[in-house]
């Protein structure tokens, strides 16, 4: 493993800045002290900061050369609205509020790399260092697009990377094409005639409908689309009635779906139409869906993608740069800013997953790993000498 001495040098100053955002969580569209903390970093540094997209974001230019060409790298910075477990010193000192998906760590790490591409620059044209607000539900990458990133940032390419327990330390996951899945949310509303629940003739049930439907709905995956196609329909709640002697009025079922390709996406809305139609039909209830379009396919194009595994195979060899993994049905908003520009999202091995002496991401225990960070960094360095050389 190839880890860039300038990086190496200076990883444990960007250590001691991931533990600290890491005790100060800030979630979606208030990460203020975040913003702050990058942009002083960037400023020491000499690197141009651009401040003002989605509320949040900050911005850093790097140029070196005369060369016309340009990429932008892009962390998130935001944390999870979840209870942290954890009881090491820097711990969350906010209740409710923890980096349970690693997000401290990818601001670091790009915060390293800047650090090595401002002292060096040898490269030829302009980095673009994007930290994102609000990928966790917010959306922040289609914010800062909306908001105009591309107009500011004219780059040909940008690029982004997750750290992935259960990926051992060391390797990466480099995969052409789909490599997170859309995540498209669903309401459903079963409105029927409340009544005695001794007498449940005088009424309507919405919770036999609901139940009903909940079992119909599982049927779209495996009986409506082509087995080749992959996609997940979970009902993740059913709530309906109060009381143990009433029939309620109605049932409220939430859940999500996801998939790799609009097409599939289409497919599954309108096979839930049907299905919703049907069991008002059969159980006499009305039965309302709405459908909510989420964060799209993260879908890498192939040639970015390749820029990105000659650049890991430079550091840790071509065996430890998995280009066949399966995607994941995770969903991402990075996939907002492929939409717009070719680029590729790569995995970095965060060690053990669940069940392997570590946690998987969201989880109250998850913690990144410390010992990725200069890795990770010198992985951003190289991707710009490689591509800018």
Same mark, same amino acid.
């Given at each position: 493993?190839?880890?860039?001495?300038?990086?190496?040098?200076?990883?444990?100053?960007?250590?001691?800045?991931?533990?600290?955002?890491?005790?100060?969580?800030?979630?979606?569209?208030?990460?203020?002290?975040?913003?702050?903390?990058?942009?002083?970093?960037?400023?020491?540094?000499?690197?141009?900061?651009?401040?003002?997209?989605?509320?949040?974001?900050?911005?850093?230019?790097?140029?070196?050369?005369?060369?016309?060409?340009?990429?932008?790298?892009?962390?998130?910075?935001?944390?999870?609205?979840?209870?942290?477990?954890?009881?090491?010193?820097?711990?969350?000192?906010?209740?409710?509020?923890?980096?349970?998906?690693?997000?401290?760590?990818?601001?670091?790490?790009?915060?390293?790399?800047?650090?090595?591409?401002?002292?060096?620059?040898?490269?030829?044209?302009?980095?673009?260092?994007? %930290?994102?607000?609000?990928?966790? #539900?917010? @959306?922040?990458?289609?914010? &800062?697009?909306? =908001? $105009?990133?591309?107009? /500011?940032?004219?780059?040909?390419?940008?690029?982004?990377?997750?750290?992935?327990?259960?990926?051992?330390?060391?390797?990466?996951?480099?995969?052409?094409?789909?490599?997170?899945?859309?995540?498209?949310? %669903?309401?459903?509303?079963?409105? #029927?005639? @409340?009544?005695?629940?001794? &007498?449940?003739? =005088? $009424?309507?049930?919405? /919770?036999?409908?609901?139940?009903?439907?909940?079992?119909?709905?599982?049927?779209?995956?495996?009986?409506?689309?082509?087995?080749?196609?992959?996609?997940?329909?979970?009902?993740?709640?059913?709530?309906?009635?109060?009381?143990?002697?009433?029939?309620?009025?109605?049932?409220?079922?939430?859940?999500?779906?996801?998939?790799?390709?609009?097409?599939?996406?289409?497919?599954?809305?309108?096979?839930?139409?049907?299905?919703?139609?049907?069991?008002?039909?059969?159980?006499?209830?009305?039965?309302?869906?709405?459908?909510?379009?989420?964060?799209?396919?993260?879908?890498?194009?192939?040639?970015?993608?390749?820029?990105?595994?000659?650049?890991?195979?430079?550091?840790?060899?071509?065996?430890?740069?998995?280009?066949?993994?399966?995607?994941?049905?995770?969903?991402?908003?990075?996939?907002?800013?492929?939409?717009?520009?070719?680029?590729?999202?790569?995995?970095?091995?965060?060690?053990?997953?669940?069940?392997?002496?570590?946690?998987?991401?969201?989880?109250?225990?998850?913690?990144?790993?410390?010992?990725?960070?200069?890795?990770?960094?010198?992985?951003?360095?190289?991707?710009?000498?490689?591509?800018?050389?």
């Amino acid at each position: 493993m190839t880890i860039l001495p300038h990086i190496q040098q200076n990883a444990p100053r960007f250590v001691a800045l991931r533990r600290d955002i890491h005790a100060h969580p800030e979630t979606a569209f208030e990460e203020r002290r975040t913003a702050e903390q990058v942009a002083e970093v960037l400023t020491s540094l000499g690197i141009e900061v651009r401040r003002g997209l989605a509320e949040t974001g900050v911005v850093g230019v790097i140029r070196a050369g005369s060369g016309s060409r340009a990429i932008g790298l892009r962390a998130d910075m935001d944390a999870l609205p979840l209870q942290e477990h954890n009881l090491f010193p820097h711990r969350s000192r906010h209740d409710g509020r923890m980096h349970a998906c690693g997000h401290d760590g990818h601001t670091a790490m790009l915060l390293a790399a800047a650090d090595y591409l401002a002292t060096t620059r040898n490269f030829d044209g302009t980095a673009y260092l994007i %930290f994102q607000p609000a990928e966790e #539900g917010g @959306g922040g990458a289609r914010v &800062m697009v909306d =908001q $105009g990133l591309f107009d /500011l940032c004219p780059l040909e390419a940008v690029f982004g990377m997750h750290n992935w327990p259960g990926l051992a330390a060391g390797k990466f996951a480099v995969m052409p094409g789909p490599v997170m899945a859309c995540a498209d949310q %669903f309401d459903i509303v079963v409105r #029927g005639h @409340g009544a005695h629940a001794a &007498m449940p003739h =005088q $009424g309507a049930d919405p /919770l036999v409908a609901g139940a009903a439907l909940v079992q119909a709905l599982q049927s779209i995956v495996s009986r409506s689309l082509d087995p080749l196609d992959s996609a997940v329909l979970s009902v993740t709640r059913f709530h309906a009635g109060d009381a143990y002697n009433i029939i309620p009025e109605q049932a409220l079922l939430a859940g999500t779906v996801r998939a790799f390709r609009p097409e599939v996406q289409d497919q599954m809305e309108a096979a839930m139409e049907r299905v919703c139609n049907g069991v008002a039909t059969t159980y006499g209830v009305q039965v309302t869906l709405d459908y909510q379009r989420g964060y799209p396919a993260t879908v890498n194009t192939p040639a970015q993608a390749e820029w990105c595994r000659s650049a890991a195979t430079s550091l840790v060899g071509a065996e430890n740069v998995h280009t066949d993994l399966r995607p994941s049905m995770g969903a991402e908003d990075f996939s907002c800013m492929l939409q717009v520009k070719p680029g590729c999202y790569v995995w970095l091995g965060n060690g053990p997953g669940e069940g392997e002496g570590g946690c998987t991401l969201h989880n109250p225990h998850y913690d990144f790993n410390d010992e990725i960070l200069p890795l990770g960094a010198s992985y951003w360095a190289r991707l710009v000498e490689q591509v800018l050389a």
